[in-house]
């Protein structure tokens, strides 16, 4: 993760508090997920959010506003910006979150999963996410999906910059992971890059599963 860690810094470094530093896949895409958690979340009840792998703040700034969000990233650099937009800032590794057991009443990690290139490493977060959130709570999971076309093409693009996401996963692989922690599937979304639209959908057909980029997992831990 140390070639990562330097890539998000220097990111921080050159585009600050913008959406591009996070290097979503492109900002509409970006806004349909963030408007997709807003309304999941409600943000007129006072809430304990962790966003994992928060990057410079700018997903769940908004969430700030009305609940206490912790933002967890390995990025110093990238923290000093989330700090800014409200987060509580807590440098650390995903694998070994330095929070209580049952902390967080909504857990959210957009854009890091791809970022492991050992499913091991994956599982041990995912078991991470799992245990701060309250029995009851909410966990958010957003990934790059392995079975888009299009993430194909563009991964060959990435390739050729040296910045290549490591793994992706089908949203089968990724309900068998939460599944198996005693997590219940309530939604799942699909993100289409540069289309003006998204879908919402626990039994995808093919295309959708082709043709979006990116999907959004909607999960309840179970008391």
């Known amino acids: 993760m140390d070639k990562w860690r330097k890539y998000f ?12 530093a996070n290097d979503y896949y492109d900002n509409r895409q970006f ?3 963030h408007n997709v958690v807003l309304n999941i979340i409600k943000t007129n009840n006072t809430q304990i959010i962790s966003d994992v792998g928060c990057g410079n703040g700018t997903f769940t700034e908004k969430f700030a506003r009305n609940n206490v969000v912790y933002g967890i990233d390995f990025s110093f650099t990238m923290l000093q910006h989330a700090r800014l937009k409200g987060l509580a800032p807590i440098q650390s590794d995903a694998l070994f979150l330095p929070l209580m057991s049952d902390f967080s009443d909504v857990t959210i990690c957009s854009g890091m999963l791809q970022l492991f290139k050992n ?21 958010i999971i957003a990934t790059a999906n392995t079975e ?11 390739k050729v910059e040296g910045v290549s ?3 992706m996963y089908s949203v089968s692989e990724m309900f ?37 980029a990116s999907f ?6 179970k008391a």
């Open 119 to 139: 499913s091991g490493d994956v599982d041990k977060c995912l078991e991470e996410l799992s245990r701060i959130t309250k029995p009851g709570g909410t966990i």
């Open 176 to 212: 068998n992971k939460l599944n198996r922690l005693n997590i219940d599937i309530k939604a799942t979304y699909f993100f289409y890059p540069l289309l003006p639209f998204w879908n919402k959908s626990l039994s995808p057909g093919i295309l959708l599963r082709l043709l979006s």
């Open 31 to 33: 806004w349909h997920m």
């Open 165 to 167: 996401l490591e793994r």
């Open 9 to 20: 810094d220097e990111q921080a470094a050159k585009f600050g508090g913008s959406i591009k």
């Open 148 to 158: 888009s076309i299009i993430r194909k093409a563009y991964a060959q693009f990435r």
């Open 216 to 221: 959004l997992i909607v999960g309840k831990k």
